[in-house]
């Protein structure tokens, strides 16, 4: 996980089952500090046993973390959606996490209509986070608050 947005650049990442597992407390801090990361997660059951098939412990254990979770049903869906995700994420100050299945969707090959570079660049406009880390201005993410 990263403070990359905190800066001002897009960032992306992509994870399955034990690596999501692993990153449950930042993805409440990501959240917490309105960081509009997008994330993939391919779906996968959490060991053990190990297993490729599809199933949703991983994310579906993630479900009160502040996280938009989108599930697609196609390789196509999964491009759209990762660029939607980002326009979503960035409009609402909240990360995304685009879920895929594992081996239906994650190991198949199919063909995928890729936009243009100027068609996604006119949908996402140049990212400006609302607060950034300015090391000549600086200031504190997520402060200690009280029940009121």
Same mark, same amino acid.
């Given at each position: ?8 650049? *897009?960032? @992306? ?19 917490? #500090? *309105?960081?509009?990361?997008v994330m993939?997660? #391919? ?7 190990w297993s ?10 993630q479900r ?28 609402? @100050? ?13 190991? @198949?090959?199919?063909? #995928? ?27 504190? @993410? ?7």
């Amino acid at each position: 996980m990263t403070l990359k947005p905190l800066t001002g650049v *897009r960032t @992306f990442t992509a994870t399955a089952s034990q690596g999501l597992a692993l990153m449950h407390e930042l993805l409440h801090f990501a959240s917490g #500090v *309105r960081a509009p990361i997008v994330m993939v997660n #391919v779906n996968r059951s959490l060991a053990a046993p190990w297993s490729f098939w599809s199933e949703q412990t991983d994310s579906l254990s993630q479900r009160d973390t502040g996280w938009i979770q989108f599930y697609v049903a196609d390789n196509q869906e999964a491009l759209d959606t990762v660029i939607q995700a980002f326009r979503i994420s960035e409009t609402l @100050f909240l990360p995304s996490m685009v879920v895929l299945e594992a081996f239906y969707t994650s190991h @198949f090959m199919e063909p #995928v209509e890729v936009p243009e570079q100027d068609q996604v660049d006119e949908f996402l406009p140049p990212f400006e986070p609302a607060f950034r880390l300015d090391p000549d201005n600086p200031a504190a @993410f997520s402060q200690t608050v009280t029940q009121d």
